[in-house]
């Protein structure tokens, strides 16, 4: 499957709960950014950031 993953900027504080839980490596925070940043290849489409997001501003999408 190819996961594709946006984050909406304006609904986004910057917690980074959503690398805390991505257990695949598939999101991360840097240093240099106040968002998480999307490592593609490592989604699984298992939407725990999502789900765990307080904000709402994370969307994951199935592109096949």
Not at 22 to 39: K, Q, S
Not at 46 to 57: L, V
């Amino acid at each position: 499957m190819n996961w594709q993953w946006r984050l909406v900027q304006r609904d986004c504080t910057g917690c980074g709960i959503c690398a805390d839980v991505c257990e695949h490596g598939a999101l991360r925070m840097t240093p240099a950014t106040a968002y998480p940043e999307a490592i593609p290849l490592a989604c699984t489409g298992c939407m725990t950031c999502t789900a765990e997001c307080p904000f709402g501003a994370i969307e994951v999408t199935n592109r096949g």
